[in-house]
């Protein structure tokens, strides 16, 4: 497995993904995404560092049958260089989840984080009835520190987030 930079040849995949309406509660999207919005977005990252934007997206690669096969993505978001702290997120493709990916996904992505900005701390807000994901990240050593109540407004119902922290 590797983390690789976006490219264009992405688009396809994320007008798939960020088109997908059953996910849009597990980020900030609240309308459908245009091919051409998302190839500006994959072209206008690809200028900007980790510092000036305070977010980068990673795509998930892995090697099958002697070709890549992208699997999923993974996003530092808030990234603070002062306080040396950032969240995290991922996602994997449906045919692909409970596989382990996320797990080494992210062990890749918090060795980048240390070993190239020096990063203390990753967090990740998680809505509390999604047990895999808080499985997830408590598999990977991350520690409940907060409840957010009535965080996160879904169907007209809000739910409470979780905040999950990982201390290097």
Request: net charge negative; with cysteine; hydrophobic share 40%.
């Amino acid at each position: 497995m590797k983390l690789r930079a976006v490219e264009l040849d992405d688009v396809d995949l994320f007008y798939e993904w960020e088109n997908d309406m059953e996910l849009w509660e597990f980020g900030n999207t609240m309308r459908p995404f245009s091919k051409y919005a998302l190839e500006n977005y994959v072209l206008n990252s690809q200028n900007e560092s980790l510092y000036s934007a305070k977010q980068m997206r990673l795509m998930i690669d892995v090697e099958r049958n002697n070709a890549i096969y992208t699997l999923g993505c993974i996003d530092v978001y808030d990234y603070e260089a002062r306080d040396s702290k950032a969240g995290i997120g991922i996602f994997i493709c449906k045919s692909e989840r409970q596989k382990g990916y996320a797990q080494k996904a992210i062990s890749l992505l918090e060795n980048i984080m240390q070993n190239t900005y020096n990063i203390h701390q990753l967090y990740a807000f998680i809505t509390e009835d999604n047990e895999k994901s808080i499985a997830l990240f408590e598999k990977c050593g991350y520690k409940f520190s907060a409840s957010l109540k009535d965080w996160v407004l879904v169907n007209r119902n809000f739910k409470n987030v979780n905040i999950y922290q990982k201390i290097f």
